[in-house]
């Protein structure tokens, strides 16, 4: 996994450079006990960068990933999984993305989460907005919708709600607004939640917590049609061959910035 994330770096620290990550440490591997930390530990080392913010609860120096060697030191301590802050420290209550979390409960199939993402980028289209899209390298899909930094993140996940209430509308066999899981068995939940400080998706290229180390991989949305595809399709074995066949799918999330149209 270090050997993983060393070579992938000079990708993937784009998408979390000046953002305040959120961290699950795995110490006794993925079927063991994990924890949250916001927070630098105290044994961390000095030279690992930080980003002070002082939140609702306390004040923490959340880590940032500027370079290789910040990398290494996060998987070496059992952080499986990297959670970047969709805003940077100089606005961080301006984000550059609002995110959409489609999340399957149990009975749902993957074929209906490309179902509602299919429709997703349909509505996207409509409004004109340009999105990326990613494998949750669990059960789902994420979509990155890339802004300008003018609008808060209650006015992002305000659009994003909407949006995920207009599909929950045109698809009711399919997705649910319902919040507690054990009512939702096979729907979709078309989060929009995520989109406040402090609550994180994994990033692009993160490794998730699970069987045969699964990464949360760039696709492009033609892709959803290929029946081969699932959303642990690529694991840190598989990830490099996919990056020299196909380059970096995430890359506009760096460099388109939209206005949201009303709805």
């Keep these: 996994m270090i050997r993983y994330y060393v070579q992938v770096a000079p990708v993937m620290i ?3 450079s000046k953002r305040p990550l959120s961290m ?7 079927h063991g006990k994990s924890y949250w930390v916001k927070d630098k530990p105290d044994y961390a080392p000095a030279w690992i960068p930080t980003f002070r913010y002082q939140d609702q609860k306390s004040l923490k120096d959340w880590i940032l990933i500027e370079e290789v060697a910040t ?3 996060l998987a070496n301590h059992a952080v499986i999984d990297m959670h970047p802050w969709y805003s940077r420290q100089d606005k961080p209550e301006y984000p550059d993305w609002s995110v959409v979390d489609l999340d399957p409960a149990e009975g749902a199939t993957f074929k209906d989460v490309v179902a509602v993402a299919k429709v997703l980028k ?3 289209d409509h409004l004109q907005l340009e999105a990326v899209l990613k494998t949750t390298g669990q059960s789902g899909l994420h979509i990155y919708i890339p802004i300008e930094r003018r609008y808060t993140l209650d006015e992002s996940r305000g659009f994003v709600e909407k949006l995920a209430h207009m599909i929950a509308e045109l698809m009711p066999d399919k997705v649910t607004e319902v919040w507690e899981v054990k009512r939702r068995t096979g729907k979709i939940r078309i989060d929009y939640t995520q989109n406040v400080i402090n609550k994180t998706l994994a990033g692009p290229y993160s490794v998730r917590p699970a069987i045969r180390a699964p990464v949360s991989a760039p ?22 061959d996919r990056l020299l066949e196909v380059g970096d799918l995430f890359h506009d999330a760096l460099t388109l910035r939209q206005r949201l149209p009303a709805l």
Excluded: C, F, M
């Excluded at 699950?24 to 591997?29: I, T, Y």
């Excluded at 696709?219 to 598989?238: Q, V």
């Design 14 to 16: 784009p998408y979390y």
């Design 24 to 30: 699950n440490p795995h110490p006794d591997g993925i």
């Design 71 to 73: 990398l290494a030191w």
């Design 122 to 124: 349909s509505a996207l």
């Design 219 to 240: 696709i492009a949305w033609k892709e959803l049609d290929d029946a081969r595809l699932r959303p642990d399709r690529w694991t840190i074995k598989t990830l490099g």
